[in-house]
């Protein structure tokens, strides 16, 4: 059904190139000759079989062409029904080419150019009143500009009121957008802890979401190159990332410092107090998110976030984090609600830096 409306698009460019070739004044012939070199277009033929918009927006564009072509040969007919109709189907042609891609802006200039032209003529004809000229101008600017404009924010707007969901998308829009949808299917951070319980305990099951980026906390058993391209070295460390989507390689667990060649989950649920330090297991890969005096890959002024990897050369983890809960004093217990956002701060022991993430 996606590639439906391609394939229509792609199908009804054929007679709307032989319409445009009669109204030029070419014979059937050679109109039918333009509608076969059509129909053999190789990337025509693609684009109608692709799910994408090129399709429409060549149609759409053909489209405005031919009606405006329509709306010309009736200049001698001005303001006859006929005369609003095609420059009146013109300005709707122009308006589902914006709707559908901002690159129809050119087969608006390209109209706005024959309209400009036609107009000239019209100024150049001294047997036409002041009054008609400037209605002339008034209705080709309601038709052609008004409608295409209206148009559009009609799509907006019944866009933005039927599709109120957050979604996968989340990432790619702005703060100020992400906060007036309605979030179901990017929640805000969830904690899981034990059954019936509002304390937040060692043990706990988590996941970690940016307030500024709507990302989770993510990593995955990729590692970091051994050099970056610009020279530089990393700790070639298991990768942590940022990620938009939800995701298994989001969860995390809390746990005392202990080992750090050793990222077991001991059986201890005492409650978690603020202030306190604390390590975070990701559960995919059983590793320990570390940081240390390494530059970031994206922004080299900060340190590199990894997950803990023992290669037996020496290189000193740092492991723990310290727990800072906006809503509670130190050495307050954590008490959280079910479907609500706990906000806190992860704060590097070592470097004393808060855990953060930068758009790029």
């Known amino acids: 059904m996606m590639r439906a409306l391609s394939a229509l698009a792609g199908s009804l460019l054929i007679p709307c190139v032989y319409q445009i070739m009669i109204e030029m004044g070419f014979s059937s012939r050679v109109a039918l000759l333009a509608g076969i070199f059509t129909i053999l277009d190789n990337s ?12 429409c927006v060549i149609f759409l564009t053909y489209l405005s062409i031919l009606c405006y072509l329509k709306f010309y040969h009736c200049r001698n007919k001005a303001f006859s029904e006929t005369w609003h109709k095609w420059l009146i189907l013109t300005g709707v042609a122009l308006g589902c080419l914006l709707g559908i891609k901002y690159t129809g802006l050119f087969g608006l200039a390209f109209i706005g150019i024959l309209t400009l032209c036609d107009l000239w003529q019209l100024m150049g004809d001294i ?11 008034l209705l080709r600017g309601i038709y052609l500009l008004g409608i295409p ?50 304390l937040l305990r060692y043990g706990t099951h988590l996941t970690l979401r940016s307030v500024d ?4 906390l993510h990593s995955h058993p990729h590692l970091y190159p051994l050099k970056y391209p610009d020279g530089r070295g990393s700790s070639y460390q298991q990768q942590v990332t940022c990620y938009e989507f939800k995701d298994s390689n989001n969860v995390w667990a809390v746990r005392r410092p202990g080992d750090p060649n050793n990222a077991a989950i001991c059986n201890d649920t005492s409650p978690i107090k603020n202030n306190d330090t604390i390590e975070l297991v990701h559960m995919a890969s059983n590793k320990l998110l570390n940081s240390h005096d390494v530059a970031a890959p994206l922004t ?7 997950a803990y990897i023992n290669y037996s050369a020496q290189f000193v983890p740092y492991l723990h984090w310290r727990l800072d809960v906006a809503s509670s004093g130190p050495g307050d217990l954590i008490f959280w609600s079910p479907g609500q956002p706990l906000k806190l701060k992860l704060i590097h022991e ?9 758009e790029h």
């Open 350 to 358: 070592q470097s004393k830096q808060a855990l953060g993430v930068r």
């Open 300 to 306: 080299p002024v900060n340190q590199e976030v990894a």
């Open 213 to 216: 980026l709507a990302c989770w």
């Open 44 to 55: 025509l033929v693609i684009q109608s079989r692709v799910i994408m918009l090129d399709s």
């Open 127 to 137: 047997e036409l009143a002041l009054v008609d000229l400037s209605l002339h101008i």
């Open 149 to 198: 404009v209206l148009f559009n924010i009609s799509l907006f707007y019944i866009h933005l009121l039927l599709l109120t969901q957050s979604g996968p998308g989340d990432a790619f829009v702005s703060k100020a957008f992400r906060s007036s949808l309605q979030s179901t299917h990017t929640p805000h951070p969830q904690i899981e802890t034990l059954p019936n319980s509002t």
